[in-house]
């Protein structure tokens, strides 16, 4: 008990950057979509994929229906998108790293329902699901 009374500070501390590490990853997997996740909404029509890896990569092969907006000129086509608010947007990359930024960009934007696909074209490859030439 004493060595608690006597640490009671560097405990708290522990323990508030550990719930800062847990709120921060529970943040992002709220807003990641599995593939299984991605294919019914893909499949009831209730989703729009906006693909965000560079004109050649998307054009060696992408998600059907996919529009390509590479990331870094995303800030400035957003408007493209706006027929699309009232769908869920699923942002895809090579792995999900540059999607889940993408993602962030498009929810500052106002879009609700926007999510990215965990793993990316990688993880959909790898599954055999279908992609488009």
């Known amino acids: 008990m004493k060595f608690i009374i006597d640490n009671i ?3 708290g501390l522990a323990i508030l950057s550990g719930g800062g590490l847990l709120w921060q990853s529970l943040q992002q997997r709220a807003h990641q979509l599995s593939l299984f996740q991605a294919t019914q909404l893909i499949n009831q029509g209730k989703a729009a994929i906006v693909d965000v ?3 050649y990569d998307f054009s060696a092969g992408h ?3 996919a529009r390509n907006i590479p990331a870094k000129e995303l800030p400035q086509r957003v408007s493209e998108l706006e027929k699309f608010k009232s769908k869920a947007i699923i942002v895809v ?5 540059q999607s889940t930024k993408a993602a962030a960009q498009l929810k ?3 879009f609700n329902e926007v999510y ?3 793993g990316g074209m990688s993880a959909w ?3 055999g699901l279908p ?3």
């Open 93 to 97: 990359c090579s792995s999900g790293a």
């Open 131 to 133: 992609i488009a030439k």
């Open 9 to 11: 500070w560097l405990i």
């Open 63 to 65: 998600m059907r229906d």
């Open 53 to 55: 890896r560079d004109t």
């Open 125 to 127: 490859q790898e599954q």
């Open 116 to 118: 990215s696909l965990s």
């Open 108 to 110: 500052k934007a106002g």
